[in-house]
């Protein structure tokens, strides 16, 4: 008998077996070029890389993994990288949300198919962290994220552009004719110019940081530029530390915990977060069996200012975010004021408090004073103004707005409907200089929902009417049943649930109802009476399946409601990385 743990690891019910099944998995692993001394029980590390020219915000993770590949040797592990699918915003139709959930089964079944015993998940666009967590959460084997990190500032004409942000300004500046079609193309080429995500504080921004927060990434590392040499660092040590949390068996279910959810709910207030985050927490938490609601962004929320002055909500970019101190600097002020859970174990096998508190493996992250991370006794905004969790007759289930990117006068607003039942209804008149819409019309844009779309898109925030950004109308209230992307603003009330497609209440809106919102109170209603809504109820019909087979099929049959976190209610829950029965 011995104690020695190589003898007793996952992978060794493959390389280390007798017989014909041994020898075909080391035969074919050697054909690479690797020696017989790899197969000695040392931990076998899996690096998932998401590295495509298919999703741009990815595409240069292939570099970033041998940058953990040198780590995990450098430890003593067996490094073996493999690809997972990119789900890009950037190029992916309808939406890469209709992915989301395919990329989480592979990287799941990938990670338990396989003789890995930890694994390091590198990812990029939005959604590929939120689906590679979830994938690694259902096998619960050790896990560290290492995300691609954000783009370098944009710059156009002497001022900083925010990927995404910037989008949606110069639209309007086109459309308006503060731009001419030359400089909008010349512009379009400034704004994202080198490797990375967006460096906006939009979704991927966000995720990145909040895998942080979570405790399932590296201290500092959310921040740190694509292209700078300390992106590659954090990989080489992330390398390192996954061979660590395979031997001291450190699994995610260990990590992420309800108190890490409540610390990632507070730091995403704080730093003026994607609302899709609401969606990405809310699934990865029924991965684990954490019990996380719709309310709990909200009410965890709520005594939690604003201290990130990034855009959408505020000037500045990531790359400013990082060298004013990065996520640590954040942390560091929630802790003081008693608004996070500093016994919160993390990555390191240490606390969120001994990782911000100048601990070793806090790097060389100087934590700098500054207007990009405020301070909680003067915030840049102040506490509250985070994402809302509206209810009403029009949201039964809930919607979200984003307060710190909306326009305070319109947080309280009684105006017509204006309906639309598609993103593309819209788009077709929106620029008609006699669409009847006025700055206090309410539009209403509905079946872009997870099923109804299908995917829930990012198409929420959609742009104001030519004639009204003519007249010079900066923002109107908007409402939907889909998303809006991170980069996104204005005030736009999303994620409405039910979705109009599965019959929720927005099915039932029609031209010039009156639509109530109020953020300080939290509610969203329609002012109809009860008596006739239940007659456009009774006399609703259900819109006809679009989709006979393939995976939107699957989606469409099993995709749960916003509230939820749109899962597959069939993902819920972990599954386990049990050793699947041999064939040889």
Not at 224 to 234: G, H, I, L
Not at 287 to 310: I, K, M, Q
Request: glycine fraction near 10%.
């Amino acid at each position: 008998m011995t104690d020695d743990p190589r003898t007793s690891r996952r992978s060794q019910a493959w390389f280390g077996a007798q017989g014909r099944s041994g020898m075909v998995y080391r035969s074919w692993m050697r054909s690479q070029g690797f020696g017989h001394e790899v197969f000695d029980g040392r931990p076998v590390i899996g690096i998932a890389t998401s590295a495509s020219e298919l999703a741009p915000c990815n595409a240069h993770l292939t570099r970033v993994a041998e940058a953990v590949k040198r780590g995990v040797w450098q430890a003593g592990g067996f490094p073996l990288q493999f690809p997972t699918m990119a789900t890009g915003e950037t190029l992916m139709r309808p939406t890469a949300m209709l992915y989301r959930n395919l990329m989480a089964m592979e990287v799941e079944e990938l990670i338990r198919a396989n003789p890995l015993d930890g694994v390091v998940l590198l990812s990029g666009c939005d959604k590929t962290t939120p689906a590679m967590l979830m994938g690694a959460a259902s096998v619960d084997l050790p896990a560290v994220m290492v995300t691609g990190g954000p783009m370098l500032n944009g710059k156009y004409r002497g001022q900083d552009v925010g990927s995404g942000t910037h989008v949606w300004k110069f639209e309007e500046d086109l459309k308006t004719g503060r731009m001419t079609e030359e400089e909008c193309f010349f512009a379009e080429g400034c704004m994202a110019r080198s490797n990375g995500h967006c460096m906006t504080m939009g979704t991927a921004s966000t995720m990145a940081c909040l895998a942080e927060a979570l405790g399932m990434q590296l201290p500092g590392s959310a921040a740190w530029p694509a292209v700078d040499s300390r992106r590659m660092e954090t990989a080489q040590a992330a390398g390192q530390r996954i061979v660590g949390m395979v031997e001291e068996e450190l699994r995610p279910s260990r990590i992420l915990t309800r108190e890490a959810f409540e610390n990632a709910v507070r730091v995403n207030a704080a730093i003026g977060g994607s609302t899709n985050a609401v969606i990405h927490l809310l699934a990865l938490a029924g991965r684990v069996g954490v019990e996380l609601s719709l309310r709990d962004f909200d009410d965890l929320a709520r005594a939690v200012p604003t201290l990130v002055n990034l855009m959408p909500s505020g000037k500045y970019l990531m790359e400013d975010f990082c060298y004013a101190g990065g996520l640590p600097a954040v942390l560091a002020e929630l802790l003081s004021g008693d608004l996070l859970h500093g016994n919160q174990i993390t990555v390191t096998g240490r606390t969120i408090a001994e990782n911000t508190g100048g601990t070793e493996n806090t790097g060389d992250i100087e934590r700098v004073d500054s207007d990009v991370i405020t301070r909680l006794d003067a915030p840049f905004q102040p506490a509250g103004t985070g994402i809302a969790v509206l209810r009403g007759n029009l949201c039964p289930d809930g919607a979200v707005i984003k307060q710190s990117a909306a326009s305070p006068h319109l947080l309280t607003h009684r105006g017509p409907a204006r309906v639309f039942d598609s993103p593309e209804a819209y788009h077709e008149v929106a620029d008609d200089p006699d669409l009847d819409i006025d700055e206090n019309t309410v539009v209403v844009i509905r079946n872009a929902g997870p099923k109804g779309y299908p995917g829930m898109p990012e198409v929420s925030n959609v742009p104001l009417p030519a004639k009204l950004l003519k007249a010079g109308v900066k923002d109107m209230v908007r409402v939907c049943d889909g998303r809006m992307s991170g980069t996104g603003y204005g005030t736009v009330v999303l994620h409405v649930a039910p979705e109009a497609a599965v019959g929720g209440p927005l099915a039932l809106v029609h031209d010039g109802d009156p639509v109530v919102l109020d953020v300080p109170n939290r509610t969203l209603r329609l002012d109809v009476d009860d008596a006739e809504l239940t007659r456009r109820r009774q006399a609703w019909r259900a819109p006809a399946e679009r989709h006979a087979g393939g995976y939107a099929w699957l989606y469409t049959q099993n995709v749960e409601q916003a509230d939820r976190g749109a899962d597959f209610g069939f993902l819920r829950g972990n599954r386990g990385h049990e050793v699947p029965r041999d064939s040889h």
